[in-house]
């Protein structure tokens, strides 16, 4: 399968301060939807983003890999290769990766459906993580799912796969621990944009049938981290 690759420009407005990108953090969160219940899990298509970095050469890659929802095949796949955006703050990483990959999203041949991100939706301390962000930006259904749980408490889910608990900001949840295979450490699970926190664990279930991670996840880290040794060779 042919990869297309796109070169992302940093846009003209980006914010380029904390102070500027606290205060689009702010603006933007107000159009989170978290009232429609996300498409179906196992239907449609599925996608999986993720950005790889060269510091020395200050690049930033970002993948996004399309699977069919029900087989997990290779629907189509996109990189994007740029300049990095914005200094690391936690708290504003999604400032560093939204333009590479808002850049490879809109180069896909085909539309993405629902876009797992690796990281956070909700359960960010501004209640607005990349793939909140994202979700906006794009219009498109999309939710976190990230291999530590940040800042914010849980308690250990259950054994088996399938067994979650909350993941909590004081009394609020702002998502779950899932686990994803028995035994193994859960996975961490938020809303981002135009779905709900049962949704997202449903397609985090369904996007696991071997491993810890989604196929989305694995899918996009092996693109992203590929086209990276291209980009820098």
Known sequence: METKTTTVPVPAAWPTTEERARAVQ?????RVVLDEPG?????GHVTGVDVAYDDERDLV???AVV???ASHDVVA???AVGRVSFPYVPGLLAFREIPAVMAALEALAVPPGLVVCDGYGLAHPRRFGLASHLGVLTGLPTIGVAKNPFTFA???PGTPRGSASPLLAGAEEVGRALRTRDA???VFVSVGHRTTLDTACAHTLALTPHYRLPETTRRADALCRRALKEATA
């Open 67 to 69: 699977l069919d929802a």
């Open 77 to 79: 796949e996109a990189t």
């Open 154 to 156: 849980y308690e250990e």
């Open 184 to 186: 193994v450490k859960p």
């Open 26 to 30: 702010d603006e933007l969160r107000l």
């Open 39 to 43: 498409p179906p899990p196992g239907t």
């Open 61 to 63: 890659v970002a993948a």
